[in-house]
C-alpha cells in the first residue's frame, strides 16, 4: 500500500466514526426533546385540570414576566394536585392569595449598614 491509498482508507474511516457519533448524538437529543415534551404535555394536562381559566391566564402572563416563580408556582400547584390538597379548580382570587404567601415566604430582605471611616482626627475614639 502507498501513502496515498492509505490517507484515503483512514479519511473513509474517520468519515464513517464521525457520521455514526454525531448520527447517534442526534438521535439522542430527539428522544431528550420527546421527553421534554412528554413531561410538558403532563404538566399542562394537571394544570388545566386544577386551574380556571382566569387562574390559568394569571399564571400564564407571571410566566412571561418571571418564568421561574412561575415554574415554582407550576410546580406548587402539581404537587399539591398529586397530594389530594385541591378539591375543586383553583380560581384566580385563590391563585392571588397563594401568590402573596409565595412572595411573602421568598421575598428578599435587603439591609444596609453604614460603616463610617474612623480617622486619626476623629474625636469619638
Known amino acids: 500500500m502507498d501513502d496515498n491509498e492509505l490517507a484515503q482508507i483512514r479519511a473513509k474511516r474517520l468519515a464513517e466514526l464521525q457520521g455514526q457519533h454525531g448520527h447517534g448524538n442526534l438521535e439522542r437529543q430527539q428522544k431528550e426533546q420527546e421527553v421534554k415534551a412528554r413531561e410538558k404535555e403532563a404538566k399542562n394536562s394537571i394544570l388545566s385540570q386544577i386551574l380556571a381559566q382566569d387562574a390559568r391566564a394569571r399564571l400564564n402572563s407571571i ?57 486619626d482626627l476623629d474625636d469619638s475614639d
Open 63 to 119: 410566566a412571561l414576566v418571571k418564568p421561574e416563580k412561575a415554574a415554582m408556582i407550576e410546580n406548587m400547584l402539581i404537587n399539591m394536585a398529586q397530594s389530594g390538597r385541591v378539591g375543586n379548580k383553583i380560581g384566580e382570587s385563590q391563585l392571588i392569595k397563594l401568590l402573596e404567601e409565595v412572595n411573602e415566604k421568598t421575598q428578599k430582605r435587603t439591609t444596609v449598614k453604614f460603616d463610617r471611616r474612623r480617622y
